[in-house]
C-alpha cells in the first residue's frame, strides 16, 4: 500500500517543478508537494505575493494520480485563506493543451493573451482564479 504526505520543502520542490516547467528561482517563493513512498509526484510553486494576487505553477508525473482532495484543498487554502489572496493567477502557453484543460478543469478561466510571449514563439495564456469560484476552499 503506497502512502501519500503533503511536503514542504521549497528548495527541493523548486527543483522539482522547474526540471518539468521552466522557471526562474524567485526569493520568498512558497512550496508544497505531494510525495508518495518518498518520491515527489506533484509540486507547486507559489510566487509574486502582492496582497491580493499571487502566481502559481504546477507540475506532476505524468499518470501519478497525485489530485487528491487533501492535496488540492491544500493547494488553494495556502493562498486564499492564509494568505488572503484574492486571486491565483497562472499562464500557459497556448500550444500546451493538457496543462490548459487542467487549468480550466480546476476553474481557472482565461483573462488575457499575450502574443508571441511562448517558447515556442507562439502566445501565453494567463489564467486566474477568483477566491470566490473556486470550489477547494
Known amino acids: 500500500m503506497s502512502s501519500s504526505k503533503i511536503v514542504f520543502d521549497t ?11 521552466p ?30 494576487n499571487i502566481w502559481m505553477h504546477v507540475a506532476a ?20 485563506i492564509e494568505l488572503g489572496c484574492r486571486y491565483v493567477r497562472g499562464y500557459v502557453e497556448a500550444s500546451n493543451h493538457a496543462a490548459r484543460r487542467f487549468d480550466e478543469h480546476l476553474g481557472f478561466t482565461q483573462a488575457a493573451v499575450l502574443p508571441g510571449a511562448a517558447t515556442d514563439g ?13 470550489k477547494y476552499v
Not at 512558497?30 to 510566487?47: F, P
Not at 507562439?122 to 473556486?134: A, F, N, R
Open 11 to 21: 528548495r527541493r520542490i523548486f527543483d522539482f517543478v522547474q526540471q518539468r516547467n
Open 23 to 52: 522557471l526562474a528561482w524567485i526569493e520568498g517563493c512558497k512550496g508544497i508537494g505531494l510525495e508518495r513512498d518518498g518520491e515527489l509526484i506533484a509540486g507547486v510553486i507559489y510566487e509574486g505575493f502582492n496582497g491580493t
Open 61 to 80: 508525473v505524468p499518470g501519478s494520480r497525485w489530485m487528491t482532495r487533501e492535496y488540492l484543498r491544500y493547494c488553494f487554502h495556502y493562498p486564499f
Open 122 to 134: 507562439g502566445d501565453v495564456i494567463l489564467y486566474v482564479m477568483p477566491k470566490e469560484t473556486c
